[in-house]
């Protein structure tokens, strides 16, 4: 019985496993955070684009 728990802690068949979802989780809040950045700029560009749009006058005479 000792053997198997030592066997059992000393085991490391499944580390990698471990490590690959922590830097998995680690690359997605990074890129929910940097989304989250973008979306404020993005808004803020499309705001602009839509007023310097809308305050055009198209004219349809010669």
């Not at 690959?20 to 990074?30: E, N, P, R, S, T």
């Amino acid at each position: 019985m000792k053997y198997l728990v030592s066997h059992f802690w000393g085991d490391e068949t499944g580390a990698v496993t471990v490590d690959w979802v922590i830097l998995a989780a680690g690359v997605i809040g990074l890129a929910l955070a940097s989304m989250g950045v973008v979306i404020d700029g993005t808004e803020d560009l499309t705001g602009d684009v839509n007023a310097e749009l809308s305050s055009q006058l198209i004219s349809t005479s010669f």
